[in-house]
């Protein structure tokens, strides 16, 4: 049976990332602040729902010292991790991105991700086939400015995956992957923000405008296929624009 834990299920890629796993028959347990607006799928998919905040990193802990994640991957031939909740703010330069907003880019961006991959590869270690999964971006593998949080946050992903490859945990296949530019909220946000905070946002505009931002629908069901392939875990830093499938 294949078991998954996703979180930001609710809207954008996370939504359609939880539809395509439930077209595949998975079990989906779903981390988010807010519901999925549809349950879908074939008869034995199911999807489970936990409310929590994951910017709130001693929220996380408490939820993860209870027996919630035990219970659910009891009994997984195939278990899959996907670190998918995320944000782009603060944008801006330094000097213009707020403590408070700092950390809970950090808070959700990193610390989150990290403490579900520990709790992850602990609870799973009697399953021969696990897979994490880091949503990334180009963000952490380029420059971009008034990005500098949100550049630095995937980079921290990219990074943290490498390192858990040279682990070599028994059966664990790691990838912290770039989905490309999928038209989402988070695709608005840019658009909505200041020349001044964000001097690329010319780009994002036109890629909306020519048509040329991928559909969350289509994203992910490019990224689920990767994800159940024989070749996931090949490359670790990988972008779903450059994968074969």
Not at 152 to 157: G, P, S, V, Y
Request: charged content about 20%.
């Amino acid at each position: 049976m294949l078991k998954v834990l996703l979180t930001g299920h609710s809207t954008g890629l996370g939504a359609a990332l939880a539809q395509a796993l439930l077209a595949q028959g998975a079990s989906v347990l779903a981390l988010s602040r807010s519901s999925h607006p549809q349950k879908d799928g074939p008869a034995g998919a199911t999807l489970s729902e936990v409310a929590l905040d994951l910017s709130d990193n001693a929220a996380l802990t408490q939820w993860l010292a209870g027996p919630a994640l035990t219970e659910f991957f009891r009994g997984a031939e195939r278990a899959v991790l996907i670190n998918n909740a995320g944000k782009v703010e603060p944008i801006g330069p330094p000097g213009m991105q707020e403590p408070a907003a700092i950390a809970g880019a950090v808070a959700l961006n990193v610390a989150a991700p990290l403490m579900l991959a520990d709790a992850f590869v602990k609870v799973t270690a009697g399953c021969a086939d696990r897979r994490l999964m880091h949503i990334s971006s180009g963000a952490g593998r380029s420059v971009h400015a008034g990005w500098s949080i949100y550049c630095a946050t995937k980079a921290a992903l990219d990074h943290h995956a490498r390192a858990v490859v040279a682990d070599k945990l028994p059966g664990l296949r790691v990838e912290s992957l770039a989905p490309g530019v999928v038209d989402t909220q988070m695709q608005a946000q840019i658009r909505d923000t200041t020349i001044e905070r964000f001097p690329g946002r010319e780009r994002f505009e036109a890629m909306k405008r020519d048509g040329a931002l991928a559909s969350p629908a289509q994203s992910a069901e490019l990224i689920v296929a990767h994800l159940l392939s024989d070749a996931y875990g090949e490359t670790v830093d990988s972008d779903i624009r450059q994968l074969k499938i």
